[in-house]
């Protein structure tokens, strides 16, 4: 569905422009000692924290009530003196979030707890609502109110609304009315609980540690723990989780799933599996296809690391160019100092990448990256390696030009700052300086993750989003915001 462009802007980029996330969701259930709930939360959590660096928290409960901690920083930073205040629990759920704009505030972090007629509740969320902004007003014009400016407090606050009709069917009665992504980990003070919007934008599986069992944004967070993958929840799943073992309730149909794409062209990492895709592999494919596609003369291939690694390596397996490392990339550049500002973003690229002098000087080289979102990292690399004594830069990018802003949980800027919302293919290589440059279409991408248990959202290539936002807005207007139906 394709918003029209007044719309887009005047009604849902303003909101947007606030809320803009990526974050990770973790959650434990244990029935043993194996772990303490809280260490294997913050060991899951650190391997979760590529989606997410400016918060992190976790809340454990012990059945008596629940504790939590969070903060802005790395969950190294967060957790640093104050994991043991956590300890002794049977459940616990964590978070990490990055924010882009306005609030990145400490009352911002989640997970979220809230006290409600049944006891504690508290949630962790990654996703965006679509309906958020009209859901809150509504509430916020009944006397309701509100602590932070996340979504997941209005997931939260109609679930307690909800809650005299049991929780399941508060949190089936939630998922009713909120539109767009999200992936939850809810934990009560006896059972932890897994969501996934109905079109499972956002990812989340379930894994398992003996006898106990896990919920993460990846599957990547069960190997810190050495837990086992089970499976994917499903679009519109809800997984309650208790002293019973697990039981699942099919809350919502999930006819049109719509899995974020991006979360295999960049977001997730490499040794993750999502929706019976290795991330890895998919990320390979996109090499392998564009060297079919666009072919080069060229010495040597590198990636722009480290996201684009696996899809240099399947270029470089394609092409029998030989895959050389063309850029030292130092770890230690979080993404928080490159964000402020356009100057200080530039800056950033040329301390968080430098060329490898001695490996490209007098080379033809072929570039992959896996996306080009501003424009600001190709034209900063392209240049540095031509300083460095490069022939020529190709620059092969494994997805298509990002059009569109997402509105469903990854970080992309306003259209206006998207270079390929404004610029054709050509004029986009004049301004990176490349000799060639060649993105990936819509359907070979597709072709990556063909074999997926689903279908894909594509939105931010080709604008057609798997929520019709005009629509739900219109539709959240009338919505009922009593129990009674
Ligand atoms: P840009 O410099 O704005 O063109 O951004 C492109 C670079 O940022 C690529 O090297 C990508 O790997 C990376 N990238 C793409 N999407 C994101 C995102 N949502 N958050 C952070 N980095 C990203």
Known sequence: MRLSKEYAYERIKPADDVMHEEC?????????????????AYLGLYALQHRGQESAGIAVADGSGIRVHKGMGLCAEVFRNSLGSLSGGHIAIGHVRYSTCGDSAVENCQPIVLSYRK????????????NCEILRNRLVDEGMIFQTTLDTEVMAALIARFSKLGLIDAITRMMKMVRGAYALTIM????????RDPRGVRPLALGKLDDNYVLASESCAFDAIDAEFVRDIRP???????????????AQASRETALCIFEYVYFARPDSDIDGISVYRSREAM???????????????GGVPDSATP????????????FAKLLAKNRYVGRTFIQPSQSLRERGVKLKLNAMKRIVHGKKLVLVDDSIVRGTTSKKIVEMLKLAGAREVHMRISSPPVKFPCYFGIDTPSHEELIGAKKSVEEIRRVIGADSLNYLTVEDLLKTVEGAGCNFCVGCFSGEYPVDIEKANK?????????EE
């Open 311 to 322: 899809a240099a390596t399947g270029y470089a397996a394609q092409s029998g160019i030989p």
């Open 188 to 195: 009560t003070e006896d059972a932890l609980i897994g969501v």
């Open 475 to 483: 539709e959240t207007e009338s919505m009922k915001l009593s129990a």
């Open 24 to 40: 990770g969701v973790f959650g434990i259930y244990m029935n043993d000692k194996t772990y303490d709930p809280a260490e294997a």
């Open 236 to 250: 519109g799943e809800i997984v309650v989780i208790g002293k019973d073992g697990l039981k699942s309730f099919q």
């Open 287 to 301: 090499g392998i296809r564009l060297a079919k596609a666009y072919p080069v003369c060229a010495d040597l291939v």
């Open 119 to 130: 006891g504690k509740l508290a949630m962790a969320h990654n996703g965006n609502l679509v």
